[in-house]
């Protein structure tokens, strides 16, 4: 009887164990879901998506708003558009890099643009391009996606023709030049500045002073840009109108401020 007992028992044992399921679960660590009790993964991990504002600014402290007047260089000037392409972003972590392939038309003020996942971890430098590649900048726009801001399709396109490429950095508005309080109706007083050509592609690095936590779904990224900044050093009294074929000089002088004008938020 007693060797019954135990046959039985051993039966239940056996049984027991053979049931036993392993958990499963992300058992990726730098998952924003990771399991650490996970034994069997489920191809559920989650990582965070990040998204990239670009917010104009005026001293540092005051938000841009368009259509506004604004003392720049001594002068009273209107902004109505301040458009520009971002390319090539990459962001730099404690873990790894993210290098997006998207490129980004920054137009609207706190508009939020997604440019990928990354995996759990401190962010510590953001780069990224003002402007577009040569390769896409001498492309056909017709052969883009039409929902790349490169497009043909696109109703944002930036561009002068095939030969010229983008407009990289376009700034749009008007300066009272004379003084008298008033924005002169003809031309003399517009603003009309749009920056192109390969040479004047700027690259950004930003540093993150201190480690922001990339931890979370819609983790927002903030960029800022000092709009005085932009014409730092700058004639802005005489140096209105650039085109390609006109004034291009004025351009280049802008592009290389636009190299500064950036920071985290």
Not at 86 to 93: A, G, I, Q
Not at 143 to 153: F, H, I
Request: aromatic share 10%; hydrophobic share 40%.
């Amino acid at each position: 009887m007693k060797n019954i007992i135990l046959y039985l028992c051993a039966i239940a044992l056996m049984s027991l164990i053979s049931c036993q399921v392993e958990r499963e679960g992300c058992t990726d660590p730098s998952a924003i879901n990771y399991d650490v009790l996970a034994e069997l993964e489920n191809n559920s991990c989650t990582f965070p998506n990040v998204l990239m504002r670009f917010v104009p600014m005026i001293d540092d402290s005051t938000q841009l708003s368009f259509g506004q007047d604004y003392i720049i260089n001594g002068l009273n000037v209107r902004f109505d558009q301040i458009r520009f392409y971002v390319s090539d972003v990459n962001l730099v972590t404690s873990t790894e890099n993210f290098a997006s392939e998207e490129t980004l038309l920054a137009t609207e003020v706190n508009k939020l643009e997604e440019i990928g996942e990354l995996k759990v971890g401190d962010l510590q430098e953001v780069k990224f391009n003002v402007g577009v590649d040569s390769v896409n900048n001498h492309a056909d726009p017709a052969l883009q996606p039409s929902d790349n801001p490169l497009s043909a399709d696109s109703p944002d396109i930036q561009h002068w023709s095939w030969t010229a490429g983008y407009k990289f950095f376009l700034i749009e508005g008007a300066v009272d030049v004379n003084g008298d309080g008033e924005y002169e109706p003809d031309a003399s007083e517009t603003m009309s500045i749009h920056c192109g050509f390969d040479s004047n592609l700027k690259n950004i690095a930003l540093a993150i002073t201190e480690a922001t936590a990339v931890d979370r779904l819609g983790f927002e990224l903030d960029v800022s840009y000092d709009v005085k900044g932009i014409f730092e050093g700058y004639d802005l009294a005489n140096q209105l109108f650039s085109r390609p074929n006109s004034n291009p000089e004025f351009a280049t002088e802008i592009m290389n401020n636009v190299e500064n004008i950036f920071k985290i938020r």
